[in-house]
């Protein structure tokens, strides 16, 4: 079984920053893909930023030059830094893991709020 474990949401004024963090735990052999989406009241969800084991990143077109993906292979950890946040940005977001063999795991959300 993998456990994904997310933090860093909260609430924050417009032109702030928040630093999302998700950690997967469990069996695992290695990690391929990983990410982050989000999900407004009454919208779907919808991507924000992949990252793949080589370090390849893919960006929703909203959020780039301000939300930079990264990840730490080694304690199985993928970061979101969420810079000049916009009110608009307020949703649930959801780290996205795909392990090797085991397929795609989801976190339970974390809530970011962006105040105008």
């Known amino acids: 079984q993998v456990q994904l474990v997310e933090s860093g949401g909260g609430l924050v004024q417009a032109g702030g920053s928040l630093r999302l963090s998700c950690a997967a735990s469990?069996?695992?052999?290695?990690?391929?893909?990983m990410g982050w989406y989000r999900q407004a009241p009454g919208k779907q969800r919808e991507l924000v930023a992949t990252?793949?084991?080589?370090?390849?990143?893919n960006y929703a077109d909203s959020v780039k030059g301000r939300f930079t993906i990264s990840r730490d292979n080694a304690k199985n950890t993928v970061y979101l830094q969420m810079n000049s946040l916009k009110p608009e940005d307020t949703a649930v977001y959801y780290c996205?893991?795909?392990?090797?063999?085991?397929?795609?795991?989801w976190g339970q959300g974390t809530q970011v709020t962006v105040s105008s």
């Open positions: 996205w893991v795909v392990v090797a063999v085991r397929g795609a795991y």
């Open positions: 990252i793949t084991s080589g370090g390849i990143t």
């Open positions: 469990g069996t695992i052999f290695s990690i391929n893909a």
